[in-house]
């Protein structure tokens, strides 16, 4: 019994770590070239930025991808993920008011952690689904997905002003 408490405290404590990171990231994406044009960087600068912390963001999933698939350290990748995500954004509150350098480097960081996280937690689901398709639940999923998607079809076809009438 104790085993199935801490598993649930475990469940929930990464549920309120994950809640918190988004808010960090959400909040520092909507602000950043605001937050940025006050520190002092140009308009041209933010949307470079912007664009290597995309860039980088998505490219280098590629390479977490292929060491966390190679190590199987799912569970390392996601804490130093979530660690870099929630450190950069916070971080950002202490950088002076000429700091915009400082402040465009802690953005990009910001989009390595979350890709750091995205990947683990993409590969370590990719595994357990997997693990489940053994046991056939991908297959029942997938029937109920289909039957609910075809009476939702039937339900719109049979509305005279249904939004998908125009489509079948």
Known sequence: MHNKNSAMAFIVLLGVVSLFSDMTHEAATSIKGAYL???GASASTIGFISGVGELLGYGLRYLFGRLVDKTHNYWGFMILGYAVDVF???ALALVHRD???AACILLVIERIGKAIKFIAVLIKHDHIKQQRSDEGTQLVQGLLY???FANSLLRCRKRKNGVFRRLL
């Open 99 to 101: 700091g915009w350098i």
């Open 37 to 39: 044009l006050i520190l």
């Open 88 to 90: 950069a954004v916070p």
């Open 146 to 148: 289909r039957k609910a």
